[in-house]
């Protein structure tokens, strides 16, 4: 099973950036995993919002995100990172990071952090 622990949410006008931090353990190396984001807002069901293949850092987004938010990952921190550019009251949510074999799905998953944006 692998630990994650995220960081870095919070309350931001809207416009502004937001940078999401996922520190990851388990004892082993993560070169055989997928890692990603998805948020759940109010009353929504839980929706992906990235995701990055740690062997090759090939990344995935959904539509919304697309051009305003990046992933990306440290090798040598075990960490993957969500920067969040021109937020948007929309995209008020708690966001979770989680993780999986590539090729399996995702089996792991942090606590959430929330992210509000103000108007």
């Known amino acids: 099973q692998v630990q994650l622990v995220e960081s870095g949410g919070g309350l931001v006008q809207a416009g502004g950036s937001l940078r999401l931090s996922c520190a990851a353990s388990?004892?082993?190396?993560?070169?055989?995993?997928?890692m990603g984001w998805f948020r759940q807002a109010p009353g929504k069901e839980r929706a992906f919002v990235a995701t990055?293949?740690?062997?090759?850092?090939?990344?995935t987004y959904a539509d919304s995100v697309k051009g305003r938010f990046t992933i990306s990952r440290d090798n040598a921190k075990n960490t993957v990172y969500l920067q969040m550019n021109s937020l948007q009251p929309e995209d008020t949510a708690v966001y979770y990071c989680?993780?999986?074999?590539?090729?399996?799905?995702?089996?792991?998953w942090g606590q959430g952090t929330q992210v509000t944006v103000s108007s």
């Open positions: 989680t993780a999986g074999p590539t090729g399996l799905g995702f089996s792991d």
């Open positions: 388990s004892g082993r190396t993560f070169s055989r995993y997928d």
């Open positions: 990055i293949r740690w062997s090759t850092g090939t990344t």
